[in-house]
């Protein structure tokens, strides 16, 4: 068959910001606002929109490490 649009990322087990999203609201909430603001920071960015989609899967480990 042809390939399909790569419209459902989860579907073929790519991360997807709106993952990287929910893993940071988990840490925020058991961690506090500079936790993430921390963490966001070791990545080099000051928000989660400026994380390159190559980093989502180790951004999302920290997260629920």
């Known amino acids: 068959p042809a390939e399909e ?33 921390e963490l966001l920071g070791r990545f080099g960015v000051k928000n989660i929109s400026a994380l390159p989609a190559t980093q989502f899967g180790e951004f999302i480990a920290e997260c629920t490490a």
Request: proline share 3%; aromatic share 4%.
């Open 5 to 37: 649009p790569k419209a459902e990322a989860d579907a073929g087990g790519e991360t997807t910001i709106d993952d990287a999203k929910a893993a940071m609201k988990t840490y925020m909430d058991a961690n506090g606002r500079e936790a993430v603001i």
